[in-house]
């Protein structure tokens, strides 16, 4: 299995909703990904996890709290959103950290409407 | 830190014709160069990665990349464009504190008319 998995494809949700982006991957990377993607803009790392724990969180507003439950699970929790938090959210994960050449597997990515 | 930049956000070429996407790098020691290809409502694939042992890396759907320390550049080739190459490229440069961050070019939309 090569795969990244994001669920749900697409998210529509108001202000003052609570709500989670999940991602999935199997394939024993021990570093997971998470970034924002605008329109016709590049992605924007958001979130680092490596061996489970939080190692990059790039200034990210506290609406957004990540969680790493196990190896393969990677959630996004979502709360008191704005509208401009709308965007592309790509999860990503890689086989190990600190290691060169790490390359980055994506998810599909989920679709994120904030009204 | 490192950085990319990425000319032209847009090339459009006609099918069969030569494909030219132009990456240059931003860095004081050897980079770790990737180039990714998004289609649309899609995530990222990588296209290909620079390792250092060949200057010359093949990647995947025919593409290619020269690593020119001279020029500071990793550029992107096609020999013949499919229309099902129409998408966008990011070029990408990891960080070396860790490897961790990847920093993404503002990417180029390859337009493939028939």
């Known amino acids: 299995d090569t795969e990244v998995t994001q669920t749900p494809k697409h998210l529509v949700m108001g202000m003052t909703n609570k709500k989670s982006l999940k991602c999935e991957q199997h394939m024993g990377h021990r570093a997971m990904y998470w970034y924002k993607q605008k329109a016709k803009k590049p992605p924007e790392l958001m979130f680092v996890y490596s061996y489970e724990k939080l190692s990059i969180n790039e200034s990210v507003p506290s609406r957004f709290s990540p969680e790493c439950p196990n190896s393969s699970l990677l959630n996004l929790h979502l709360h008191a959103l704005q509208p401009e938090d709308s965007a592309l959210y790509l999860c990503?994960?890689?086989?190990?950290?600190?290691?060169?050449?790490?390359?980055?597997?994506f998810g599909p990515g989920t679709r994120l409407t904030v009204l | 830190a490192q950085s990319v930049t990425q000319l032209g956000s847009h090339v459009s070429v006609s099918e069969g014709a030569l494909v030219l996407l132009r990456c240059n790098y931003s860095s004081s020691v050897p980079p770790y160069l990737f180039w990714y290809v998004q289609y649309p409502n899609q995530g990222l694939q990588l296209l290909l990665k620079y390792t250092s042992a060949a200057t010359l890396v093949k990647g995947i759907n025919g593409f290619e990349a020269e690593f020119k320390k001279s020029e500071t550049s990793f550029h992107l080739t096609k020999p013949s464009a499919h229309m099902s190459d129409a998408a966008e490229y990011f070029c990408a440069v990891s960080d070396q504190t860790g490897f961790q961050k990847l920093v993404f070019g503002t990417g180029t939309r390859l337009l493939v008319s028939p």
């Open positions: 990503a994960s890689s086989q190990a950290p600190n290691e060169e050449y790490n390359e980055q597997f």
